[in-house]
């Protein structure tokens, strides 16, 4: 399936569905030709990506190396402190002179506008790894995992439990609007998304567990993400119903439905029946935490 041209990818927002299903089709397409006949053709050989990190991660490095390998390319790791980015080195002059040398820009890091900076004065594709606006690459690896367990999207309802401000909740948020499916946030007032992201959306948003009740998918965070969050008002208490919600949604919850969480590595070492969310065990019969390897694609 062709996908319409696309010079960055900076957020979901930023995508049209017919690119975000193009690139969806693609991800099924080379990890079936992996799974048929043992590697991926080299599509992009000869081809290099900066991987610049303001923030470590395991699986982001790992993913995406991996991917450009597998496809033939090549992709070095810039750690945090070789560059400064903003501070020994502005963001425009790393942009050019990582331009001048790769043929792609992958960028892990705090502040969204670096990114768009990036994009702006470098003159090769940016992928947002992360920020602290959006996190697309997890958004698009959840709805593929999602797609490949229940065979389509549209009409499937998500509820997202816990942080419904932070960068994953947001780019759920776009992607379920751009497939079709209705979602709901259950998060505390002072954790709600911004009511502008909303406008024009399949979105409900509630501080009620009963909000859980009849989900097709359950998406919940590790507590820790939230937990290193800028303070804000009511910091504490919201914490603590955060904390609450994580552990207490999966009582009301559906038996049938299924559950996701963005960080597979809780629990991994458990039984795979077994869901881990804001660090309590579960039994699930539809647990379809995805592989976080398949976002390289």
Known sequence: MPIPALSHFLDIESLSAAQLWGLMHLARELKAE???????????????LAL???KPSLRTRVSFEMGMQHLGGHAF???????????????????RVLSGYCDGI?????????ILQLAEWGTV???????????????????????????????????????????????LI????????PMRVVAPPAY?????????????????LDGVVGADLIYTIRGRAWAKRPRRPSAARS?????????????????????????????????????????????????????MPKRRF
């Open 125 to 171: 594709p940016v992928i947002n790894g992360l920020s602290d606006f959006s996190h697309p690459c997890q958004a698009l690896a959840d709805l593929f995992t999602i797609w490949e367990h229940f065979g389509t999207l549209e009409g499937l309802t998500l509820v997202y439990v816990g942080d419904g401000s932070n960068n994953v909740a947001t780019s």
């Open 106 to 114: 992958m960028a892990r890091v705090f502040a969204h506008d670096h």
């Open 34 to 48: 992996r799974a048929r006949i043992g590697h991926n053709l080299p599509i992009l050989e000869h081809k290099s």
């Open 239 to 291: 914490s603590r119903l955060i904390r609450s919600m994580t552990r207490s949604w999966r009582t009301r919850a559906t038996p049938t439905c299924a559950c996701s969480t963005a960080c597979p590595r809780i629990g991994a070492r458990r039984s795979p029946t077994r869901c881990w969310m804001g660090g309590i065990a579960w039994r699930s019969p539809k647990r379809i935490t995805g592989s």
């Open 192 to 208: 709600q998304p911004d009511p502008a992201l909303l406008n024009g959306r399949s979105v409900t948003v509630t501080d009620d």
């Open 77 to 95: 790791y810039i750690a945090p402190t070789e560059v400064g980015l903003g501070t020994r080195e502005s963001v425009p002059d790393v942009a």
């Open 52 to 54: 610049l990190f303001q």
């Open 174 to 181: 776009q992607a379920t609007a751009k497939v079709g499916m």
